[in-house]
């Protein structure tokens, strides 16, 4: 770590405050991790509801600034998770909270410099996939629209496949789903989460997939499979993984977004010892 904070083969990472520092209330968790070294951070959807007031908005800004922290990614309103859900983008009979979960985190973006989108597709009803299909494109193709014009550089929309058997009837299992997809959208800027986890619980080659997806992935979260602990308490190989997104020039950030098999603080000791390697330019 240095002044810039935690490095992991020369890429900046995030921690997701959103399974990172969980022994704390939510809004106590940026200036634990800003304590803890990081200088970035990511989240899942915070709020209850698709269109949160304008004092909830007012305080996740305020909480990253008084941590000093920058805000690198963030979901999309996914629906009632801890009920199950994942995702709402399938869903037509729910566009107008995507809608309005995406005015919100416009709202965010305007004023944190976030760029980074997490749209989860949704599970799909029984004998729906066809209409499920119309409606996940054109809620991809909307949320990159939303995001296009920001100052700064346009946001990207991050399509993420799930594990197996965790996530109910989700459609997007592999990484070739989740990019049949984005092809389907045909939307700049719409692009692949490689969340390590679950594609590696799903059986995916990880390092083949950088290989052959150079250009193609917009984001990568890290955490160990089977049991989506901090890296080093699984079977993920993740020093094959930094040499992969080397070689491949993924240039974006990477996330710590892991259930830490402890406390939070204790399970920082992979990026205390990670691979060095020189800053990506």
């Known amino acids: 770590m240095d002044s810039h904070g935690f490095s992991w083969h ?33 989240t899942w959807w915070p709020f209850a509801a698709a269109n949160p007031q304008q004092a909830e908005l007012d305080e996740l800004v305020r909480a990253l600034d008084g941590a000093g922290l920058s805000l690198t990614g963030m979901n999309v309103f996914a629906g009632d998770m801890a009920a199950g859900e994942r995702g709402i983008a399938c869903r037509p009979e729910r566009a107008d909270e995507l809608e309005a979960s995406l005015v919100a ?32 494109v054109h809620s991809y193709r909307r949320a990159a629209e939303v995001m296009a014009d920001l100052e700064g550089g346009p946001g990207v929309i991050l399509v993420e496949p799930l594990a197996r058997g965790l996530n109910g009837a989700y459609p997007l299992e592999t990484a070739e789903d989740a990019l049949s997809l984005i092809d389907e959208v045909g939307a700049p800027h719409v692009k692949l989460l490689l969340d390590t986890f679950h594609l ?16 193609r992935i917009g984001h990568v979260q890290l955490a160990d499979a089977p049991d989506r602990g901090e890296p080093g308490s699984g079977v993920v190989d993740f020093e094959a993984i930094g040499t992969a997104l080397r070689a491949s020039g993924y240039t974006g950030t990477v996330a710590a977004e892991y259930k830490p098999t402890g406390e939070t603080l204790g399970t920082l000791e992979w990026l205390h ?5 020189e800053p990506l330019a």
């Open 200 to 215: 590696a619980r799903n059986g995916e080659d990880l390092t083949g997939l950088i290989e052959r997806s150079s250009g």
């Open 273 to 277: 010892h990670s691979t060095a390697a």
């Open 10 to 42: 020369g890429y900046p990472v995030s921690a997701n405050v959103s399974l990172l520092f969980t022994e704390l209330p939510y809004l106590e968790r940026f200036a634990a991790a800003a304590a803890a070294g990081f200088r970035t951070v990511e």
């Open 105 to 136: 985190l416009r709202w965010i973006a305007e004023r944190t410099g976030c760029r980074g989108f997490n749209l989860l597709h949704g599970q799909v009803p029984d004998g729906a996939e066809a209409e499920a299909l119309r409606a996940a």
